[in-house]
């Protein structure tokens, strides 16, 4: 890259927590999210020069739109700070980073608070699917079902099946594997949850079915909760960390982006892709493109992966579109071990968004906050030994939207 961008702090409400219930609304999560990452960050108000908010539903769940002007509502000292909205479905956040780190490496502006925030436990469940369904092609696809979602991500692996073969007991190892990473992470949505045994099986009951193939251990969760980040320029950050006494080398940065769009449906990226290597070739692409501008040559250069797991199929795909196994064979990497948090390539230790959680606009950024601290040291308990350089890989809708990062700490 011709600039890399620097991390200097972040924050991550706790996803457990139902705002609805305690008479909250979305004005509180931006709130809790604008302070606590300034607070993590060392950053005075006055220091940010442009805002970025991701959010996916606002209107749909709240009936609030313009989101880009709740930061300085929620925080006086932000009035008159440029800011904008970004929509990209469960994208969202990544689309903000991008956007952000876009206005610096072009000099408009060198520290970018990156915000995203989702409400979704304020409706019945039934509703809150229908809203999500508004990122597939609305009244061409998945028409009259209720769950969208978990239906094109068991179309998904029916052409995994159809394509290669599959198992699905390699989709409940990957939930049961995301649930066990969450136990430890402190904000995570289902870390006080309590599962048995046949959670992880074919028990109708223990773990019912929700539509065709997916069950309910293999969906990520309904959530209330954001995540923020500050950002900034070589210069700021220089500035930053001479006043902390610290090295530059000390500080994470975005060292590589991929960023890949398509059509909505479905079943024409499925189309698109049959006789290629790849189920989705588009996203591969995210991938190789954010590696090439890392100066990685391929997945070996990384210590762990934060990915969109939607649906234990989602993270079926992303093992083998990293380049972890060959296509259609990420059975292996759950067979082996590879993906523990104690593996050779650790996916999602901190529970990913299946036992994290998933506020939709906040997904990406809170997958980009935890590889920062994964390659500083700071991750907590959901630590990869010696981590020094993450990817993400963050997906909107079908993957219509494809966004990939790597993070890296060390010689800047």
Same mark, same amino acid.
């Given at each position: 890259?011709?600039?890399?961008?620097?991390?200097?702090?972040?924050?991550?409400?706790?996803?457990?927590?139902?705002?609805?219930?305690?008479?909250?609304?979305?004005?509180?999560?931006?709130?809790?999210?604008?302070?606590?990452?300034?607070?993590?960050?060392?950053?005075?108000?006055?220091?940010?020069?442009?805002?970025?908010?991701?959010?996916?539903?606002?209107?749909?769940?709240?009936?609030?739109?313009?989101?880009?002007?709740?930061? &300085?509502?929620? #925080?006086?000292?932000?009035? %008159?700070?440029? +800011? /904008?909205? *970004?929509?990209? !479905?469960? =994208?969202?956040?990544?689309?903000?980073?991008?956007?952000?780190?876009?206005?610096?490496?072009?000099?408009?502006?060198?520290?970018?608070?990156?915000?995203? &925030?989702?409400? #979704?436990?304020?409706?019945? %469940?039934?509703? +809150? /699917?229908? *809203?999500?369904? !508004?990122? =597939?092609?609305?009244?061409?696809?998945?028409?009259?079902?209720?769950?969208?979602?978990?239906?094109?991500?068991?179309?998904?692996?029916?052409?995994?099946? &159809?394509?290669?073969?599959?198992?699905?007991?390699?989709?409940? +190892?990957?939930?049961?594997?995301?649930?066990?990473?969450?136990?430890?992470?402190?904000?995570?949505?289902?870390?006080?949850?309590?599962?048995?045994?046949?959670?992880?099986?074919?028990?109708?009951?223990?773990?019912?079915?929700?539509?065709?193939?997916?069950?309910?251990?293999?969906?990520?969760?309904?959530?209330?909760?954001?995540?923020?980040?500050?950002?900034?320029?070589?210069?700021?950050?220089?500035?930053?960390?001479?006043?902390?006494?610290?090295?530059?080398?000390?500080?994470?940065?975005?060292?590589?982006?991929?960023?890949?769009?398509?059509?909505?449906?479905?079943?024409?990226?499925?189309?698109?892709?049959?006789?290629?290597?790849?189920?989705?070739?588009?996203?591969?692409?995210?991938?190789?493109?954010?590696?090439?501008?890392?100066?990685?040559?391929?997945?070996?250069?990384?210590?762990?992966?934060?990915?969109?797991?939607?649906?234990?199929?989602?993270?079926?795909?992303?093992?083998?579109?990293?380049?972890?196994?060959?296509?259609?064979?990420?059975?292996?990497?759950?067979?082996?071990?590879?993906?523990?948090?104690?593996?050779?390539?650790?996916?999602?230790?901190?529970?990913?968004?299946?036992?994290?959680?998933?506020?939709?606009?906040?997904?990406?950024?809170?997958?980009?906050?935890?590889?920062?601290?994964?390659?500083?040291?700071?991750?907590?308990?959901?630590?990869?030994?010696?981590?020094?350089?993450?990817?993400?890989?963050?997906?909107?809708?079908?993957?219509?939207?494809?966004?990939?990062?790597?993070?890296?700490?060390?010689?800047?």
């Amino acid at each position: 890259m011709a600039h890399d961008v620097f991390v200097l702090g972040g924050f991550q409400t706790d996803f457990a927590r139902n705002y609805a219930k305690q008479g909250l609304e979305i004005s509180d999560i931006v709130a809790d999210v604008v302070s606590g990452t300034l607070a993590d960050a060392q950053v005075d108000p006055a220091d940010v020069e442009t805002i970025h908010v991701g959010n996916a539903f606002g209107q749909l769940f709240t009936g609030q739109g313009h989101l880009g002007g709740m930061p &300085a509502t929620v #925080e006086p000292a932000l009035w %008159g700070v440029p +800011a /904008a909205r *970004h929509e990209a !479905a469960c =994208a969202s956040g990544s689309i903000a980073i991008l956007a952000a780190m876009a206005e610096i490496e072009a000099g408009r502006y060198d520290c970018a608070l990156v915000v995203g &925030a989702e409400q #979704e436990r304020n409706v019945p %469940g039934d509703q +809150a /699917a229908l *809203h999500l369904g !508004a990122a =597939a092609w609305v009244h061409h696809e998945a028409e009259g079902v209720v769950h969208v979602w978990p239906y094109m991500f068991h179309l998904l692996a029916e052409e995994y099946d &159809a394509r290669f073969g599959l198992d699905d007991r390699h989709l409940a +190892a990957i939930g049961e594997l995301n649930y066990a990473n969450a136990k430890v992470n402190p904000n995570a949505q289902t870390r006080a949850w309590a599962h048995t045994p046949e959670s992880f099986t074919a028990d109708d009951v223990a773990n019912p079915v929700v539509v065709g193939r997916v069950r309910r251990h293999d969906c990520s969760q309904v959530t209330d909760g954001g995540a923020g980040l500050v950002l900034a320029g070589r210069r700021t950050a220089e500035a930053w960390a001479a006043v902390r006494g610290r090295s530059l080398d000390e500080v994470p940065r975005i060292v590589g982006w991929g960023h890949r769009t398509v059509g909505l449906p479905l079943a024409a990226k499925l189309e698109r892709s049959a006789g290629e290597p790849y189920v989705m070739p588009h996203v591969r692409r995210a991938i190789t493109d954010a590696f090439s501008r890392a100066g990685l040559a391929d997945v070996a250069g990384l210590d762990g992966i934060e990915t969109h797991d939607c649906f234990t199929s989602s993270e079926y795909l992303a093992i083998d579109h990293f380049g972890i196994t060959a296509p259609g064979e990420s059975w292996k990497a759950v067979e082996e071990g590879v993906i523990a948090r104690d593996g050779s390539l650790p996916v999602n230790p901190s529970g990913g968004l299946i036992g994290g959680g998933h506020p939709v606009g906040a997904t990406g950024v809170r997958m980009v906050l935890d590889a920062s601290r994964q390659v500083t040291g700071t991750a907590g308990d959901t630590q990869v030994a010696g981590a020094r350089t993450f990817a993400t890989l963050n997906i909107g809708g079908s993957t219509t939207t494809t966004v990939s990062f790597v993070v890296a700490a060390g010689a800047a």
